[in-house]
């Protein structure tokens, strides 16, 4: 059953698909890579061939859908029915078939387990925040992930949210009525507003939210620590002077000697308040599970 929580979240996906898209725009799956994102790319290169990937809380399933072009299988879970009918169509569209689609609440450890089979990695990009129990979450989607299998955590952070939050304020009170102002927000966010319904879905999940929060790095390291998650890099980087080319080495990179203690977290965070401020303070963090 979902809490109260749950329930406003999902009826709000159920309006608002997220990240949403028109059908339209996609007629084969070359259209697929073309609209890829620059990141979905590099995780694109980062996964091997012959793994099996879930993501998470997929929503309208772009990522997943472009990263079972060119794979065996490939799962797409969400809550909002609304959401998964769009990926459903997409799928039937350009026949999909490697890409599988499920309804699942991944607070209700039943339905994690009655998916029934665990991956080699595990995509959890944007939702934890959105859930009202992210550690709850978390270990929950553990249940999903093999023995030495990867893993990726996407959640707003408690520093680099400030200047969204601060525009979310404006947004709502000085700029109410102004439109211009909201679609230079929204374009400091995803570059333009030409698909409509993207930047409506991007509108509605950044500043009409019903529920979200922000984390830190170190409260995600203690996630992984108590869960046996070896820590192996963030994006952005959490260490200062990082010379890494995401492209070239990918994002699960086994980054001991580069552990971000306390001071160095703190730094780094509060760079993100500027660094990360278009992307409204989005950060992913990467590990792999030691047995
Ligand atoms: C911001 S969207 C992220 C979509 C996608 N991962 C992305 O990065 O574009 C958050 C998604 O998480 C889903 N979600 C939130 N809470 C959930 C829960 N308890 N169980 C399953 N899905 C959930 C929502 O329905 C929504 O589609």
């Not at 308040?273 to 992913?284: C, Q, V």
Request: hydrophobic share 35%; net charge positive.
């Amino acid at each position: 059953m979902a809490t109260k929580i749950g329930e406003k979240v999902q009826n709000f996906y159920n309006k608002t698909p997220f990240p949403d898209y028109e059908l339209d725009k996609f007629n084969s799956k070359d259209d697929l890579v073309i609209s890829a994102y620059p990141f979905a790319k590099i995780l694109d290169r980062s996964i091997p061939q012959n793994a099996t990937v879930i993501d998470v809380g997929t929503g309208t399933g772009q990522l997943s859908a472009f990263l079972s072009l060119r794979r065996k299988c490939v799962w797409g879970i969400d809550f909002s029915d609304s959401s998964l009918n769009k990926a459903r169509q997409l799928k039937e569209k350009l026949k999909l078939d490697s890409w599988h689609l499920k309804k699942v609440d991944i607070l209700d450890s039943k339905q994690i387990e009655a998916i029934g089979m665990k991956f080699d990695y595990v995509l959890c990009l944007g939702v934890l925040h959105h859930t009202g129990n992210a550690y709850g979450g978390f270990k929950n989607i553990l249940r999903l992930l093999k023995p030495k299998g990867y893993i990726a955590v996407g959640l707003y952070n408690k520093m680099g949210r400030v200047p969204l939050k601060m525009r979310k304020t404006l947004a709502k009170t000085i700029f109410k009525d102004n439109n211009k102002v909201k679609d230079w927000f929204i374009r400091m966010q995803i570059g333009d507003v030409e698909d409509k319904e993207r930047a409506r879905g991007w509108w509605n999940d950044q500043y009409l939210h019903p529920h979200e929060t922000s984390h830190t790095i170190g409260e995600v390291l203690r996630w992984f620590k108590k869960n046996n998650i070896a820590y192996y890099q963030t994006v952005p980087a959490s260490t200062p002077f990082y010379q890494g080319n995401l492209e070239i080495a990918g994002v699960w990179n086994d980054t001991n000697e580069a552990y971000p203690n306390f001071p160095i977290r703190a730094y780094n965070q509060i760079s993100w308040i500027w660094k990360t401020h278009h992307e409204g303070g989005y950060w992913i963090t990467f590990g792999r599970r030691e047995n």
